[in-house]
Structure formats: structure tokens, C-alpha cells
């Protein structure tokens, strides 16, 4: 446990599969990252496939732990490793997702760029006052709209009951 870095993250992560985008965990379930690896462990994960085969690493920080190959559930990028076995110095990664940070991408919750500037003006265009002047003219198209429908409607009726009369006409037998 001590190898593990401090997290200095001050608002919540959501870590995406890099290829995809798709949602793979998030910081709440951050047991640790390692810099010299290069990856971020997470007692929990969402939307990953993990290998049935297990591997035994050959070489690197990791040499001699047996591990599963964790895999995108989407689009099936390579993400990291599940430890079955490890090196005392990697105990705290058994049983939990490792991923390797070239891997993913993250976003920080509240991260977003604010539609509104800081005085309440917006980014682009008019804001809550420019929402309700569309608003408005929505509803003044849809009035026309309506209104074209009941003359549409008043000559299609013209157009039926003249037809309705010739129709009657050929109705007639003799
Ligand atoms: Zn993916």
C-alpha cells in the first residue's frame, strides 16, 4: 500500500476507454496509480471484458505476476489487467482493475465549459431572454401553421362536396 501514490484529484473522475469514449469507472472506487507503470487501479469497472486466459508477465515492473487482460466491452481496446498474482510490492493491485493510462481518458465532474459567462451574459447568443423570444416565435408559427391547416381544411371540404355531387350523379342507374 505504500507504493502507491496519493491521488490528487479534488473533484470526482469518470474514466472512458480511449478508443470509444465509453465509461469504464470512475475515481470513487480509485484504490491507487502508479507512475513508473503508468497505470490507475480500480476496485470497480463498468463495461469491461476480462480475458478467460491467464498471462504470466515476462518482463517489466510486474515480472512474475499472473494476470488477466482486461478488454473494452465496446469497442475491445486493450485497457490494462486484472492481477491474480503479484509481487509483494504489487499486493494491492490483486483482484482489481488496472488500467493503463494510455488507455483511458478522463473527464472531471463540473469540468464542462459554463454556458453563462461570470456576469450572466452568454457564451452565445441571448441567453434565457434570446430562449423565450424563439419561444415565442415558435408558438407564432405554430399559430400560422394552425391557421393555414383550417383553410387547407375549408377547401379540401369545397373540393368534396363538389365531388360528392358528381359522384351522385354516376351513382345514379337507370
Ligand atoms: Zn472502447
Known sequence: MAEAEEDEVDAPLVFQCKSCSIIIGDSWS????????????????????????????????????????LHCGKC???LGKVYLTTARAFDA??????FSTDAVT?????????????????????????V????AEAVDNVEKLQNLV???????????????EHGGGKRRRS
Open 76 to 78: 475491445a481496446a486493450h
Open 132 to 135: 423565450q423570444v424563439e419561444l
Open 30 to 69: 480509485m484504490q491507487s496509480s502508479d507512475a513508473e507503470m503508468e497505470t490507475i487501479t480500480l476496485s470497480a469497472a463498468a463495461n469491461v471484458s476480462r480475458a478467460d486466459e491467464a498471462v504470466t508477465s515476462k518482463q517489466g515492473a510486474d515480472v512474475g505476476s499472473t494476470f488477466h487482460l
Open 93 to 98: 493491485l490483486r483482484d482489481m482493475y488496472t
Open 150 to 164: 383550417l383553410v387547407l381544411d375549408e377547401r379540401i371540404a369545397k373540393l368534396e362536396e363538389g365531388r360528392a
Open 106 to 130: 478522463s473527464y472531471k465532474l463540473g469540468g464542462g465549459e459554463p454556458a453563462l459567462g461570470a456576469d450572466g451574459s452568454a457564451a452565445g447568443g441571448g441567453g434565457v431572454a434570446a
